[in-house]
């Protein structure tokens, strides 16, 4: 069965400053792969997608993800943090169901803060 | 171009009452699905619907039923309310595909406190 495990329940960072925020996937045939973000109080935001092709994708606001097979991740990265980036981020796989659009299976989260 | 819409945003129902959640798809998505996001968790599958038939479910208990109208809109239903339905529901749209992680557009959400 397909799953993510999100490695870390919280990451602190100071702006300016990498943020990674890490990501294992477990998949019996080649997965599709998605980071979202959830603001306070709001509904998810896509930063990202990978589906079998580049296996380094580049989303919104400057982050990005490389998928490696041969570790099984998919970590999300950004050069510099900004204050805007504090929120929770879940890394998600997509099960496939014949014809139909795949249902998520989401990961437990990881909140990101930003400290000044 | 609206995107996904929920009604209401927050509800309050007592136990053993029954709620109704809405939502309304981005424009020119016929696929509907529902969330159920505990606090401090991520959101679980609860079922998807597409030509008006629930498509596929997830673990969730008979209680929760849903219907989709001709409109693509559709309706989460959950009778017999617990305390442990409080949560945040939430909605996301998308069009069939064949094959391929096809992106959900989410709505920001119905927040049910059940007391």
């Known amino acids: 069965a397909q799953s993510v495990t999100q490695l870390d329940s919280h990451v602190s960072v100071s702006e300016g400053t990498p943020v990674l925020l890490r990501c294992n996937y477990s998949?019996?045939?080649?997965?599709?792969l998605f980071w979202y973000v959830q603001h306070p109080n709001k509904g998810l935001q896509l930063l990202l997608k990978y589906t079998s092709a580049a296996t380094l994708v580049k989303g919104i606001n400057g982050f990005e993800a490389e998928f490696k097979k041969s570790e099984t991740s998919f970590h999300l990265t950004k050069p510099s943090a900004h204050m805007s980036d504090a929120a929770e981020y879940f890394c998600?796989?997509?099960?496939?169901?014949?014809?139909?659009?795949?249902?998520?299976?989401f990961g437990t989260g990881t909140l990101l803060a930003v400290q000044p | 171009d609206a995107g996904v819409t929920q009604s209401p945003t927050h509800l309050i129902k007592t136990r053993g009452q029954q709620v109704t959640l809405r939502c309304s798809p981005k424009?020119?998505?016929?696929?509907v699905s529902w969330y159920q996001q505990a606090l401090g968790q991520g959101p679980q599958f609860i079922f998807q619907?597409?030509?008006?038939?629930?498509?596929q479910r997830g673990n969730f208990p008979d209680r929760f039923s849903g219907h989709q109208f001709p409109n693509y809109s559709s309706e989460l239903n959950v009778n017999a309310l617990l305390l442990g339905d409080s949560a945040l529901y939430l909605c996301?749209?998308?069009?069939?595909?064949?094959?391929?992680?096809?992106?959900?557009?989410f709505g920001n959400g119905t927040r049910l406190t059940v007391t």
């Open positions: 619907y597409y030509e008006e038939e629930e498509r």
């Open positions: 424009s020119g998505h016929d696929t």
């Open positions: 998949s019996s045939y080649s997965p599709s």
């Open positions: 998600v796989v997509s099960v496939g169901y014949g014809g139909a659009t795949n249902k998520l299976i």
């Open positions: 996301a749209s998308s069009l069939v595909v064949g094959q391929g992680g096809s992106p959900l557009h």
